[in-house]
């Protein structure tokens, strides 16, 4: 008979942080889907909907390639929720911005997001997201900081 001993947690940082990435985004995406989006394109309108820039400039922001990123828009463009524009001083940058439609999607998504949000810190304590959010914080700011290898 085979054994069924549970798995020993990786000692992988990167999966960890991925395999949470994943139940997270999960459980916005559930709550996010009687909206038509997802918890990407969620995270995409609501920091473009801040003010247009450009492309990289939102990249950056997101901790994204800007490639993922062009790539990820493209069903937002094709949906109309934002437009991308030339940008105002070089020809060859693409600005992004949030068209009514898109802004109207937000609306919807918005406190469905909060009640993802609010399930999430029910599960792990207003203590352990704040924990959890200190440790995150801090790790970006020394990763960001460092050379790459």
């Not at 922001?61 to 990123?69: A, C, F, N, Q, V």
Request: with cysteine; glycine share 6%.
């Amino acid at each position: 008979m085979p054994r069924t001993d549970p798995q020993p947690p990786s000692l992988c940082t990167c999966f960890r942080l991925r395999k949470l990435s994943r139940l997270v985004s999960q459980r916005y995406d559930r709550e996010l889907a009687p909206a038509g989006i997802n918890i990407n394109q969620f995270s995409i309108l609501r920091r473009a909907s801040r003010e247009s820039r450009t492309i990289t400039a939102l990249a950056r922001e997101l901790g994204m390639d800007r490639t993922t990123l062009s790539r990820d828009i493209k069903p937002l463009v094709t949906a109309g929720w934002v437009e991308l524009t030339q940008g105002a001083t070089d020809a060859r940058q693409r600005c992004i911005s949030v068209t009514t439609a898109g802004k109207g999607v937000l609306d919807t998504a918005l406190p469905l997001w909060r009640k993802a949000q609010h399930a999430i810190e029910a599960t792990l304590g207003h203590t352990g997201v704040e924990v959890l959010h200190g440790h995150l914080d801090h790790a970006m700011q020394q990763l960001e900081g460092s050379p790459s290898e």
